[in-house]
T-cell receptor
Framework: AQTVTQSQPEMSVQEAETVTLSCTYDTSENNYYLFWYKQPPSRQMILVIRQEAYKQQNATENRFSVNFQKAAKSFSLKISDSQLGDTAMYFC?????????????FGGGTRLMVKP | KAGVTQTPRYLIKTRGQQVTLSCSPI?????VSWYQQTPGQGLQFLFE???????NKGNFPGRFSGRQFSNSRSEMNVSTLELGDSALYLC??????????????FGPGTRLTVT
C-alpha cells in the first residue's frame, strides 16, 4: 500500500513571498503520478499541478512548481509570489498506474495562510 | 464546460436511515470516483466507476455502494447510517486516455450529517 506524508500541518507566508510545501511518499511502484490539490475554504478541491514519475523534468504551472526527487520519494510544491487567494489546504496525492483505474491516495494536508 | 456537480449539497439524516448522493461528471468524462473527507481520517477513496463498472474499491464496509449510469452520472448509497458516516463526500471525474488521463476534477461535495 502507498502512503503519503505531509509533515507540515500549518504554514504561513507573507503576500508576494515564496513558500515551499513538503510531501514524501512511500511506494514500491515505478510508474505513478503525483499531484498537488488545493482546497480553499469554499471546499472545492482544485487540481494545482501534476507530475509523471517517468519524467525527470519538474512540472510547472504559472506560479506553482514542484521539486520531484524520485529516489528520495519527495515531491515538494513551491508557490512563488504568494497571493491572498492561495490561502487554502494543500493536499499531496499519489496515483499508481494500474492497467485500468484511478485511485488517489492523499496526504493529511498542509494549511497555508497567506498574510497581507 | 460545466464542472462536476453534486446533489444535494447538504443533507441531514438520522442513524439507521439510508442516503443516496448523486454526481454528474464533466461532459466527456467517463470515470467517476468517490472520496470521503473527515477531520479524523482525512481524504479516503471509496470507489471508482468506469463504463458502468466498478474498477476500484477502497476499504469501506459493504454499507457503502455505488453505481454508474450509461450517461456516466454516478450515485453512491450508504445504508444503515452511523454517526461516523458524517463527512464531506466528494465526487471526481476524469477523462480516460489522452493528455489529461488520470487527472481528477472534483465537485463541490455533499456535506452529510448523521444525527
Amino acid at each position: 500500500a502507498q502512503t503519503v506524508t505531509q509533515s507540515q500541518p500549518e504554514m504561513s507566508v507573507q503576500e508576494a513571498e515564496t513558500v515551499t510545501l513538503s510531501c514524501t511518499y512511500d511506494t514500491s511502484e515505478n510508474n505513478y503520478y503525483l499531484f498537488w490539490y488545493k482546497q480553499p475554504p469554499s471546499r472545492q478541491m482544485i487540481l494545482v499541478i501534476r507530475q509523471e514519475a517517468y519524467k525527470q523534468q519538474n512540472a510547472t504551472e504559472n506560479r506553482f512548481s514542484v521539486n520531484f526527487q524520485k529516489a528520495a520519494k519527495s515531491f515538494s510544491l513551491k508557490i512563488s509570489d504568494s497571493q491572498l487567494g492561495d490561502t487554502a489546504m494543500y493536499f499531496c496525492a499519489f496515483m499508481k498506474l494500474y492497467n485500468a483505474g484511478n485511485m488517489l491516495t492523499f496526504g493529511g494536508g498542509t494549511r497555508l495562510m497567506v498574510k497581507p | 464546460k460545466a464542472g462536476v456537480t453534486q446533489t444535494p449539497r447538504y443533507l441531514i439524516k438520522t442513524r439507521g436511515q439510508q442516503v443516496t448522493l448523486s454526481c454528474s461528471p464533466i461532459s466527456g468524462h467517463r470515470s467517476v470516483s468517490w472520496y470521503q473527507q473527515t477531520p479524523g481520517q482525512g481524504l479516503q477513496f471509496l470507489f471508482e466507476y468506469f463504463s458502468e463498472t466498478q474498477r476500484n474499491k477502497g476499504n469501506f464496509p459493504g454499507r457503502f455502494s455505488g453505481r454508474q449510469f450509461s450517461n456516466s452520472r454516478s450515485e453512491m448509497n450508504v445504508s444503515t447510517l452511523e454517526l461516523g458516516d458524517s463527512a464531506l463526500y466528494l465526487c471526481a471525474s476524469s477523462l480516460v486516455g489522452g493528455d489529461r488521463d488520470h487527472e481528477q476534477y472534483f465537485g463541490p461535495g455533499t456535506r452529510l450529517t448523521v444525527t
